[in-house]
């Protein structure tokens, strides 16, 4: 099989860190490389899931309304909005947003 050579400028300290990871697992780096890009070929996407998404974070427009009404319930304990009850918060948020 021929080969060619990849050149690509990466954190050393990256670097170094992958390699440790990989040399535990019996690899090389680019052995390692290899192995992602024929999964590119396969797959024809990326063979792992790249987001935007953090952990931890609300996105509303995923949840429940339950969900939803449980998250914004415990947020508002730990600190109810000014003026506003929990209560008031949240008939308010139902007449806006609906049940």
Do not use: W
Request: hydrophobic share 40%; charged share 30%.
């Amino acid at each position: 099989m021929k080969t060619t050579t990849l050149c690509i400028r990466v954190d050393p300290e990256l670097k170094k860190e992958a390699e440790g990871v990989l040399s535990d697992l019996g690899l090389s780096l680019s052995t390692a490389v290899t192995l992602m890009l024929k999964q590119i070929v396969i797959r024809n996407e990326l063979p792992f899931e790249i987001s935007n998404n953090i952990p931890g974070i609300l996105h509303a427009e995923e949840m429940t309304r339950e969900e939803l009404m449980n998250e914004i319930s415990g947020a508002a304990a730990v600190r109810e909005p000014k003026g506003m009850t929990l209560s008031e918060y949240l008939k308010d948020f139902e007449q806006r947003y609906g049940k």
